[in-house]
């Protein structure tokens, strides 16, 4: 599957009095520009990026292909009592006895187990590396809220990032390893636990496309973000069921998976996260309510990543919302046309380059969708990593 619901995103809902939070489950996204590098950034507070996720997940393989492209944060390795030949390469096969001698004398920020397996953070490793940059580490989901408080002791800025994958690739993998029976496998896989943290968190989907998912951690580490802005119906309504439904069918039709219903307001930019939390909430403040929005008729591109098949969303509030949306761009620094002729507003229903994409805005047509005035009540800024589609995640 090329697609999956949202990615990490900022989502803020606004009305005519005042803005507040969305109703939906959301993460906000809080990384600094990849500009600064280890050098500029001396006397600034470091980033410790806890990694967590399902077991298949592919925790470790992306991992390993993001360590040696990482400038200034460095992925700690964690110790595990595993024999040598059963480690990756970001692990250190540790014998029991030595385990034990780690814990007695304290060598570790975190201690866990997971079948039979003792694992351990080392508390010399990520000192060090914490002198000349951020620090990536692997860890258990329960270990999270004890290691966000001994992080910030140390002086770190603390942020989540979840790696996770359908229930369907999930089992096919742990199948694969043929470490458990398949009951325990089924039993792993239905277990959705959540993440018990103070801070923002962070998702990357890896299901198929393994080097998508390492463009979407690079772009979380390194604080280089590609993003769009949205305006979304609000989930309990006709419209959002209705759209929902028909850009299901064009996915299946087209073998990926769906996305939310939502209107585009602006080219993709890239920024920092920093910048697009105050974007979002700059843009929802000069829109200052709901936002109207009248599908008109249906438009095609062959482009790869654009507008494969829309409605287009003409209107005198989404047109503003949309001018609101470039301005505030262009007041934190980032050039945008204000020109409406450049990815003017519009309602998507499939995403990508695709054959006979002019069949598809017949799809859309002959399935009748001639939709009344909506509303939309929702901003969010949403992360799309280059040609990352798959880790659209919610």
Not at 9 to 29: D, I, W, Y
Not at 355 to 380: K, M
Request: hydrophobic share 40%; charged share 20%.
């Amino acid at each position: 599957a090329m697609f999956r619901p949202l990615s990490s995103c900022v989502l803020v809902a606004f009305t005519a009095a005042k803005l507040g939070h969305a109703r939906r489950p959301f993460c906000e996204e809080r990384r600094h520009n990849a500009r600064h590098n280890a050098d500029d950034r001396r006397g600034e507070k470091r980033r410790a990026f806890l990694v967590c996720g399902p077991s298949g997940a592919g925790k470790d393989t992306i991992l390993e292909a993001v360590r040696p492209r990482l400038r200034g944060c460095t992925v700690i390795s964690r110790h595990l009592t595993r024999d040598p030949e059963k480690v990756t390469g970001i692990e250190i096969s540790t014998s029991d006895a030595d385990f034990s001698s780690m814990v007695s004398s304290r060598r570790f920020l975190a201690t866990w187990s997971s079948h039979e397996t003792q694992y351990g953070i080392s508390r010399p490793s990520v000192s060090q590396a914490l002198e000349s940059g951020d620090v990536v580490l692997n860890v258990s989901r329960k270990e999270i809220p004890g290691l966000e408080q001994t992080l910030e002791e140390m002086g770190c800025d603390v942020a989540v990032v979840v790696i996770e994958a359908s229930a369907r690739v999930l089992q096919a993998r742990l199948q694969a390893r043929g470490r458990e029976a398949p009951e325990q496998i089924a039993l792993r896989v239905a277990r959705q636990p959540s993440i018990d943290s103070r801070h923002r968190v962070w998702r990357v989907r890896n299901d198929a496309d393994v080097d998508s998912a390492v463009t979407a951690l690079l772009e979380i580490l390194t604080g280089s973000m590609k993003c769009s802005l949205w305006v979304m119906p609000d989930v309990n309504s006709g419209v959002f069921a209705q759209t929902q439904q028909l850009i299901a069918v064009l996915a299946e039709q087209n073998s990926v998976a769906s996305f939310d219903p939502h209107v585009t307001l602006c080219p993709s930019v890239r920024c920092s996260a920093d910048q697009v939390e105050r974007i979002a909430r700059d843009v929802a403040r000069e829109i200052g309510g709901p936002v109207q929005v009248i599908p008109s008729v249906a438009s095609v591109s062959e482009k790869q990543w654009n507008r494969a098949v829309v409605l287009e969303a003409p209107g005198e509030s989404i047109r503003q919302a949309s001018l609101a949306s470039r301005r505030a761009l262009n007041r934190h620094g980032i050039a945008v046309d204000l020109s409406l002729g450049v990815y003017a507003p519009h309602l998507s229903f499939l995403y990508g380059l695709h054959p006979d994409v002019a069949l598809f805005a017949s799809a859309v047509e002959a399935a009748g969708l001639r939709l009344t005035p909506f509303q939309c009540n929702t901003l969010c800024v949403i992360h799309t990593p280059t040609s990352a589609w798959s880790n659209w995640v919610c």
